[in-house]
């Protein structure tokens, strides 16, 4: 069980970005401190750690299911293979993605459970999962993508408000009666690799609730060229911004380049896992500054104009255009590495994440 795994330490001797630490309590007790770092975490690198937040036992438990249904034989994982269409829901296999421009294979597997799935179990909204996922969906599952859409939707709120946006607004985007592509994940990266798990990306969707063990994860820091590791630090939760968040504020929160490289030191002989939720808006939601409910975003939008902001895209074409064209099977060439690309367009070609990515 990767729970009661002991691995060594993450080494001291590697470059780190630290995070400014976010208390999920005090947030929820309205502390005008704890928001004032919550908006200058998401305003500037738009990820932080969030201690605090009373899902760990979840968390362990959705560990634990991701192992077991992992270790499936691949033949049984393949039944519930995501496909080439921009799926995201089921198993990803190993090497099925892009990793950089040139088209280097990722070392990852992933599964993804869809959280309408969840909520609406035993009836399937999207598709069906393993056996060793129907067998923890009432005990393990359903609480984590409960607990976890929690979280976000407290932290979706404040943001909400700090950006000048009426009640609700953000929530009405991501409404729990229409589909979305909100999802858990848990991603196995096997041991003693060389290459990236997972190439440059910002995430999709609105806001990611992530949790690490081992080390791996790195974040592009604004205006760097430098990729550096995030810590894991027990007990709190890596939490950041996504594209589509970053589209609905103007540009305001950030939704920053990130990738998953082999865990530093000897962390790297070891199997990683990573447990994540993803919450993303309703499907047919347009991806578009939402000018029109805020000045502080329709300043923004005005001041900083971006070509991505204005795709006419719905969340749901979005996340799987960027899926779609990740998929090694749909590559016809570099140019497919750029067109899977979301709020990262930005220096499209001259980017930091074409230039770095075959490192
Ligand atoms: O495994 C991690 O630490 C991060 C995974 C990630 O960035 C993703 O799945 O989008
Ligand atoms: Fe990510």
Not at 222 to 236: A, F, M
């Amino acid at each position: 069980m990767p729970a009661l795994t002991t691995v060594p330490a993450f080494p001291s001797d590697v470059p780190t970005h630290s995070l400014i630490v976010i208390d999920y309590q005090l947030l929820q007790a309205g502390s005008n401190d704890e928001m004032a770092k919550l908006w200058h975490a998401a305003t500037h690198l738009g990820f932080w750690y969030l201690s605090n937040h009373g899902v760990d036992r979840e968390v362990n438990a959705m560990f634990d299911v991701g192992a077991e249904t992992l270790a499936l034989p691949l033949a049984e994982k393949m039944k519930f293979e995501q496909g080439d269409t921009g799926d995201s829901f089921g198993y990803k296999a190993r090497g099925t993605i892009a990793t950089d421009l040139s088209g280097t294979r990722d070392t990852v597997e992933f599964l993804n459970i869809a959280q309408d799935d969840a909520v609406s179990w035993p009836r399937p909204i999207h598709r069906t999962y393993p056996s060793t996922v129907n067998a923890r969906m009432q005990d393990a599952v359903i609480p984590f993508v409960r607990k976890s859409m929690a979280v976000n939707n407290t932290i979706l709120s404040i943001l909400e408000r700090l950006l000048g946006l009426p009640r609700g607004s953000l929530a009405n985007l991501h409404a729990t009666h229409e589909p979305c592509g909100s999802e858990a994940r848990v991603v196995k990266t096997p041991p003693n690799q060389s290459t990236a798990g997972i190439g440059a990306h910002t995430d999709f969707g609105t806001l990611t609730f992530l949790h690490n063990r081992l080390g791996g994860l790195q974040v592009m820091p604004p205006g760097s060229q430098e990729w550096l590791y995030v810590k894991p630090l027990p007990g709190h939760a890596i939490c950041n911004i996504g594209d589509a968040l970053s589209i609905f504020s103007g540009g305001i929160l950030r939704s920053n380049l990130h990738r998953v490289m082999p865990p530093p030191g000897h962390q790297s002989r070891y199997e990683r896992y990573s447990v994540a939720f993803f919450t993303r808006p309703n499907n047919n939601t347009i991806l578009r500054p939402l000018t029109d409910k805020s000045r502080l975003i329709a300043d923004a939008a005005a001041k900083n104009p971006r070509e991505e902001f204005s795709s006419g895209a719905t969340a749901g074409e979005w996340t799987a255009r960027r899926i779609r064209k990740l998929r090694l099977r749909n590559r016809k060439g570099p140019e497919t590495w750029y067109e899977a690309k979301g709020t990262e367009h930005q220096g499209l070609r001259h980017g930091p994440e074409t230039v770095r990515a075959t490192a």
